[in-house]
């Protein structure tokens, strides 16, 4: 274990089933952390647990549910002696302008994106501080930094994102737990997610490629590269870093 970024610590990681959370988990054991999986979806969440091996553990968890993140929190600190390290990952981006979005989508969509972001940190802290403290990292997007037609919900569960991680940032700061808190803006992933999205386009195919010229570099990200981000964040080569957002977009944003 010597010489691994994340040896000795403990995580956990929520939408770990599939997708970015999936790849971010990943990212954490091959740098010799252990990580506690965390998703609603129980089959997706437990295969991914045994294909990731000893080092990962999977909970069954509602990220909109405040007792959901009592039990699970515990559960996991009780397992792995202790937490580190919280990535609130889990999200939902349904398509949808301001006039076409229903009252219980924007609902829904908050729900998952901004409240599971706000309960993860404010029951997430406190363990993170019994453990010595450590760092959250906070799943935002590039549509938290600038506007997309389509997704009103979407936008502004992300763009709340960014400035409650700046808030909870500070407060650990002014409280001097020894937490760090940051934000990462992804353009499009090649992530269930996204292909979702496309599937429900009228020329998938098409839509694709449109996603990928819309971006400077030419194409869709991959997980690997937003965790890669994950791990610097969660390392101690990022303790002098908080409060900030880390554009992962390919050069969309700076156009």
């Known amino acids: 274990m010597a010489g691994l970024r994340l040896a000795g610590k403990a995580a956990f990681v ?3 089933a599939s997708g970015l959370g999936r790849a971010i988990a990943a990212a954490f054991i091959a740098e010799g952390a252990r990580v506690a999986l965390a998703d ?29 993140w009592e039990r699970s929190l515990a559960a996991a600190a009780a397992a792995m002696a202790g937490l580190h390290i919280l990535v609130n990952n889990a999200g939902v981006g349904p398509l949808g302008d301001v006039e076409r979005t229903s009252l219980e989508e ?10 599971g972001v706000f309960l ?19 799943m935002s997007s590039v549509a938290g930094l600038i506007g997309v037609h389509n997704m009103a919900a979407y936008c502004s569960s992300k763009g709340a994102v960014r400035l409650l991680t700046k808030s909870v940032a500070m ?4 409280r001097r737990y020894g937490i760090r808190c940051n934000s ?3 353009v499009y992933i090649a992530t269930p997610m996204v292909e979702e999205m496309l599937a429900g386009a009228r020329d998938p195919e098409r ?8 971006i400077p570099l030419g194409r869709i990200g991959r997980p690997e590269e937003v965790a890669q981000m994950a791990v610097y964040l969660a390392s101690d080569e990022s303790t ?8 992962i977009d390919g050069g969309l944003s700076a156009t």
């Open 40 to 68: 609603i979806d129980r089959a997706g969440g437990e295969r991914a647990a045994r294909e990731l091996g000893a080092a990962a553990l999977f909970l069954e968890h509602d990220v909109g549910d405040e007792p959901s």
């Open 171 to 174: 407060h650990c700061a002014r």
């Open 14 to 16: 929520t939408g770990a």
């Open 120 to 138: 993860g940190c404010k029951h997430g802290i406190s363990r993170i501080r019994e453990s010595g403290g450590g760092s959250i990292v906070n």
């Open 184 to 186: 990462i803006h992804p």
């Open 240 to 247: 002098l870093v908080t409060g900030a957002e880390f554009v």
């Open 106 to 115: 924007w609902r829904f969509v908050h729900r998952v994106n901004l409240d």
């Open 207 to 214: 839509m694709r490629q449109a996603l990928a010229d819309m």
